[in-house]
């Protein structure tokens, strides 16, 4: 029997880490002397961050497949275009913010379907 928490601990682990990086990037666009203070580039970086944070927490809110599918492509696609932003502005603490939601993503969709638990429990 897993427990609702243990079931949406990938989403839980991507929110963090989009967080995460949103709190890095705030910090290199609004700190003078990162290199990226007031950039677009730095700009870009924020709103995929805030856009991952929205897109985890509609992930765990999900209910049908398809929406979670569709869900889990947006949100792959979210995490390479911002891990790239990343590198082109050296922010290294993203890339791996962003490394660690895609381990969230993974993990999230490694645990069973919704309709599997509960045919099992």
């Known amino acids: ?12 682990v991507l929110l963090i880490a989009s967080l995460a990086g949103l709190a890095i990037a705030l910090y290199a666009y609004f700190t003078p002397l990162t290199g990226v203070t007031g ?3 730095a700009l870009v970086a924020i709103v995929a961050c805030i856009a991952l944070a929205v897109l985890s927490l509609l992930l765990t809110a999900a209910k049908g497949r398809g929406t979670s599918i569709t869900l889990r492509i947006l949100i792959l696609l979210g995490l390479g275009g911002t891990f790239f932003a990343a590198t082109l502005l050296h922010q290294w603490w993203i890339c791996v913010a962003m490394v660690v939601g895609l381990i969230g993503l ?3 969709m490694v645990r069973p379907a919704r309709h599997a638990r509960l045919s099992h429990s």
């Open 39 to 41: 950039t677009l580039g």
């Open 1 to 12: 029997m897993s427990s609702p928490l243990s079931s949406k601990s990938g989403a839980i």
């Open 106 to 108: 993974i993990l999230d």
